[in-house]
């Protein structure tokens, strides 16, 4: 029998299955279900021990980018974080200012809502992440509107290859 740590007077009791409201992961509408819990006897305090966490907060950000609505402010938060991007970085990928990914992330009852062109480019960074990672966000600052020629060329008869890159 375990000792409670906050009271140090009651037992607490393992195993207990029950539904967590998850608030930690910064979204507020989370539950899950028949998880294990301890409770103390003497205070009541509950303690939750969430194996996995990877693999939860992976299953809540796909079940984030299939929802049909806008994403609201908590969510564009937790997927932002969730794919580990600061503020600024993600601002950069998105093509935005850093103060409107605060408006979004901060909206409240469809004010400053994410527009309809940002939300679905978000969810695509999210599910693309690995792909992303691999493309240095420095070339985002030299896009440009100039429309220059790619050069490709059938390699082996079957292979296309660029052979000259556009020049900026």
């Given at each position: ?5 906050q ?45 996995g ?12 980018l ?20 600061s ?15 605060s408006?979004?992330?901060n ?8 527009g ?25 600052d ?27």
């Amino acid at each position: 029998m375990n000792k409670c740590r906050q009271c140090d007077d009651g037992v607490v009791e393992e195993s207990v299955v029950a539904t967590h409201h998850y608030t930690e992961c910064g979204l507020s509408r989370i539950y899950l279900k028949e998880i294990p819990v301890r409770r103390c006897s003497g205070c009541g305090v509950v303690t939750v021990r969430i194996k996995g966490l990877g693999s939860l907060h992976r299953t809540i950000a796909l079940a984030v980018l299939s929802k049909v609505d806008r994403l609201e402010g908590e969510e564009v938060r937790f997927l932002r974080k969730h794919v580990g991007l600061s503020g600024k970085d993600f601002a950069r990928r998105m093509g935005v200012t850093p103060e409107m990914v605060s408006r979004w992330e901060n909206a409240k009852d469809g004010k400053f809502m994410i527009g309809a062109g940002a939300d679905r480019l978000l969810r695509l960074l999210v599910k693309t992440m690995d792909q992303i990672e691999s493309y240095p966000v420095e070339k985002l600052d030299q896009i440009t509107d100039k429309v220059l020629p790619l050069d490709l060329t059938l390699s082996r008869g079957r292979d296309w290859r660029v052979t000259k890159t556009p020049a900026a």
